[in-house]
């Protein structure tokens, strides 16, 4: 198998992955779209929430020292040295709400960070964020396929002169009813230095010679063709029947009829 035939599958593999995970982030959108909206309408509904919140807090806390004072008794007022807010007394009087007060603070959102979860979390920025992660790796499979296609034919282009014809499989088939051509044709498929394959016979009646490849082997098929006097457009990839006789060779001849005179 070739890479490039590994990276088609691959390609596909990588191609489904990424219709899944939209797929998958279409419920998510939905479940998210939803609690958004609940969460809108019970601001809507209760905007004075949090206020309500800390009123009813300093209810619990003032029946809590109220019950605390009945046990231990009242304490004596301490001298005031200076004067002190509202605020401040009752926060020093009440750690618990000081306390509760100052986790509320730092359990808040920053507000730049609150615009940016707000915008970052609608629906249609999930959807557009999703949709472009999917153009993306559809478009990095095609470009990446094209630079593996062109550093192949660069590769090809670069070693097609350095390869060798002894490494270069020819398979002889006879496409005549001329007897013994085939074996003439394989003669002259070693003298050129190519490694001699299958010699045998197919269907008769072919009148010009052709050159069939193998997959990745229409260099070597171009060489062939070039020491047996074979026109170019003579050249084409291997058949299925011709796969057969050939027994696994790079390229095979198939002699015709101008090959007898």
Partial sequence: MEISDLFDRFGGYVSLAALAGVLLLVPLYLSQRRDVHRLRAWMAREPDHPTADVAASEVLLDRAETELEQLLGTPEPEPETGETSAATRVTHERPALERVTMERAALAPHPRWR?????????????????????????????????????????????????????????????????????????????AGFDLGVVTSTAPGLAKTKLLYADGQKQAAQKVAKKLGVDSDRVQPLDRESRRLANGADVVVIAGEDRAS
């Avoid at 070693?159 to 003439?184: K, Q």
């Fill in 115 to 191: 615009r940016f979860v707000a915008v970052a979390t609608r629906p249609r920025v999930l959807v557009s964020v999703a949709l472009g992660a999917l153009v993306l790796a559809v478009g990095g499979i095609f470009v990446s396929e094209a630079l593996l296609e062109d550093n192949s034919g660069r590769e090809h282009r670069t070693h097609a002169g350095a390869l060798s014809p002894g490494d270069i499989t020819v398979a002889v088939l006879n496409g005549t009813s001329v007897g013994g051509l085939a074996g003439r044709v394989g003669s002259d498929v070693d003298s």
